[in-house]
């Protein structure tokens, strides 16, 4: 398995409570992004990274805000968590043009109570 | 924005019995991808179709890329239930979306012996 590691695996959180989950990577690629799977909705993006600090919004990004600052974490805030961003959440990775391949991390379960 | 579409979002199958899944976008891709996830693990990467009408084959599986690179499949010939999960499609944009990686909503497979 690629170099990526989510944490933390598990969390239960209160509503309104700020929640920030991180994805690390060893790879040194390129490309990070936060998806949210849900049951009948797939996966869906949250927010991808194309460079240290370079950040854009996927299509569910509401009530959620990224940063890198450095290639190997991105992290993925909740600002006030609310039920509806009680979901399992995978970090994945890949090295960009010519070889695109996602990798993904374990996931995280998040339940907001 | 860019979306990709997937059915059927079920499909249960006797073992040995032929399994279809379609992937629609509704703009032109740069490139599909195929991703499997077995139930309670992270979608891992299947294969990269790139170039228009392409075909190709891993043993029992079957990827097509429309011509107009605006939709694809998966075939599994003789399904085991080794296939039992689900099946991903993830469409990436061209120009300065390439980075974006949008997956359909899965198609969840079950094999029955």
Known sequence: DAGITQSPRHKV???GTPVTLRCHQTENHRYMYWYRQDPG???RLIHYSYGVKDTDKGEVSDGYSVSRSKTED????LES???SQTSVYFCAISPGQGST??????GTRLTVV | GQQVMQIPQYQHVQEGEDFTTY?????TLSNIQWYKQRPGGHPVFLIQLVKSGEVK????LTFQFGEAKKNSSLHITATQTTDVG?????????GTSYGKLTFGQGTILTVHP
């Not at chain 1, 991105?74 to 805030?77: E, G, K, M, N, S």
């Not at chain 1, 391949?101 to 374990?106: I, R, S, T, W, Y």
């Not at chain 2, 084959?57 to 029992?60: E, L, Y």
């Open chain 1, 41 to 43: 909705h797939g996966l």
């Open chain 1, 101 to 106: 391949e996602a990798f993904f991390g374990q």
């Open chain 1, 81 to 83: 968590a609310t039920s």
């Open chain 2, 23 to 27: 992937c629609n976008s509704s703009t």
């Open chain 2, 57 to 60: 084959k891993q043993k029992r």
């Open chain 2, 86 to 94: 689900t099946y991903f499609c993830a469409g990436r944009a061209g």
């Open chain 1, 13 to 15: 959180t209160e509503t």
């Open chain 1, 74 to 77: 991105f992290l993925l805030t």
